[in-house]
């Protein structure tokens, strides 16, 4: 089972500094259809206006993964951990009991993200925050980028039963990805138009997936793809 959910059904706001997408209900939006996909609480599309960003604020308990599309994100945290994480590049954060962050798009233009929150195996751990480049020229196929299953050693590491992966396609060209039985995935193609499975999402629409084993990604433009799999 695919569903098609187009970009232009999106819940969200526009704030002057951040035009935020969700896929999901989060904020002020809200759709009792759209609470979650497995585990999967939260996807935001943000495009964060040059100079400016989310002050500094709490989580605890929710594995929050940042994919940066375009442009660069500047994290600060009370941990004491610093970092640029640029286009390409993820980084996570595990809130645990409890961390307060601040992310900031200090670049001379706009930067764009995917924000994606996931509900953790398990609560009350301390909290960490990490980061690693993941260069999109060097991607063949869909590369795991964050992961909480066994034998994803290279990636980044959540404390979920999820990972992340993304692929990089040239018009034309297609990748497989294999999901276990009972798995969900949610994808979203960052930029250019795919077919998954035969049905056509455009830039930025998501696409939820159940009850299907292999999914079949052809790029129709050169296409920047981004997967969930899922408990």
């Known amino acids: 089972m695919l569903e098609l959910r187009p970009f232009s059904s999106l819940g969200g706001a526009h704030h002057g500094w951040l035009d935020a997408h ?22 935001n599309d943000d495009v964060i ?43 996570v954060m595990s809130a645990g009991t409890g961390i307060a962050h601040s992310e900031y798009n200090l670049e001379a ?25 993941f260069p999109k ?17 290279q990636s980044l590491r959540i404390r979920a039963d999820a990972r992340l992966v993304a692929a990089n396609l040239k ?24 077919e998954v499975n035969g049905l056509r999402a455009q830039a930025r629409d998501g696409v939820a997936v159940a009850d299907e084993q ?3 990604v052809t790029a129709i433009e050169d296409s920047e793809i981004v997967l969930v799999d899922l408990a």
Do not use: C
């Not at 953790?120 to 690693?132: I, T």
């Not at 020229?137 to 050693?153: C, H, I, N, P, W």
């Open 109 to 133: 233009n706009e930067t764009r993200i995917f924000q994606i929150w996931i509900i953790p195996n398990e609560s009350g751990l301390a909290p960490s925050w990490g980061a690693k480049p």
């Open 214 to 216: 292999v999914l079949r």
């Open 49 to 91: 206006a040059s100079g400016t960003g989310f002050p500094k604020h709490p989580h605890r308990d929710m594995e929050i993964i940042t994919y940066v599309r375009e442009g660069a994100i500047t994290h600060e945290d009370n941990l004491g951990n610093k970092g640029r994480t640029e286009a390409g590049d993820v980084q």
């Open 171 to 194: 018009a034309g060209e297609s990748a497989e990805y294999r999901l276990d039985s009972g798995r969900r995935a949610y994808l979203v193609p960052a930029t250019g138009v795919i």
């Open 137 to 153: 020229g060097q991607r063949e196929g869909f590369v795991t980028l964050a992961s909480g299953k066994a034998g994803d050693d």
């Open 22 to 43: 969700h896929h999901f209900s989060f904020a002020e939006y809200h759709d009792p259809k759209r609470m979650n996909w497995g585990n999967l609480r939260v996807w």
